[in-house]
């Protein structure tokens, strides 16, 4: 691999808080380690258009604390064509860029992984997501300060449900993973979560109600993950109300306010281990791996891996979510 003098940094998918910060850490350490800096906006959008920018130190001064991305972020359909795939390919060696980095999610690293073996450019992903959903990290940067925002906003629900009486069913962002809900669950002391990785058990969610909320509880908050396969919190609230017409049920959906605000020290951190690791992969000649924190440290997975194993949600903390409802 020849050696890397020129990087371009990009962030694609879903936006997520702790994206600045790992702009921020990658521009900074390649400046450092003397590498030049191109910034893509729009994700693999400005990759094909050529919007790609020069970025110095002061271009990524006062955005650690920020939520959101400078470079923007873009869903690209001509990405997943070769001819995209080719332009973008042509404008990154009209700059000279050797090497990418991409900041994103699965979405992200599978065009990373196959534009990086189409062209052989070397290609290191940073994940960067509220879902958590990446095999190869304990964490992704921004899932930390989503779980703020979810608990908090669930704490304020209780203050209302509590005053009223109510059954609140609370849907939290996770097409296709509950990392959010579970962990959500546990912070704000929800009753219980239904999450895509375990069928909802309509019986057991009622029985639970029945013994729980009806009997004892002067209110009840459900977590639904967005991606529950039994319709989501609207159907099944619906469902609750009707076999219980005693109950006062009322769905909240938490929606965009997830992926805002500025983002936790913990993602800050992250993010900047994350980004300075991603410049120090490159120098040490890696190519299309993902960098991950796996028990507090630093380490590198292929996108493959990365792709093709899927993260599951952890047990001990399902166990301690059903003892801690009762
Ligand atoms: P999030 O998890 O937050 O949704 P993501 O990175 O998974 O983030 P996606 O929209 O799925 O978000 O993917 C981001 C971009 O990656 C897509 O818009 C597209 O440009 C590119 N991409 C995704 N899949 C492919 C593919 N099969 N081939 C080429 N590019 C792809």
Redesign the pocket.
Known sequence: MDPVNKIAVLT???D?PGMNAAIRAVVRSAIYNKIEVKGVMR???GLITNDIIPMDSKSVSNIIQRGGTILKS????D??TKEG?EKAYNNLKKHGVDALIVI????????AR??GEEYNIPIIGIPG???N?LFGTDYTIGYDTALNTVTENVDKIRDTASAHSRLFFVEVMGRDAGFLALRGGIASGAEAILVPEIETDYKRLDNFLTNGFKKQKSSSIVLVAEGEKAGGAFNIAEKVSKDHPDYDVRVAILGHIQRGGSPSAFDRVSASRMGASAVEALLQKKKNVMVGLVHGEICYIPFEKALKDKKGLNKSLLDLMDILSI
Request: glycine residues 24%; aromatic residues 14%.
């Open positions: 694609s998918g879903g997520a994700g693999y959008e873009a869903r690209s359909k990405f997943k795939r994103g999610g699965d979405g992200t690293f599978t065009g196959i534009f997501t509220i879902d959903d």
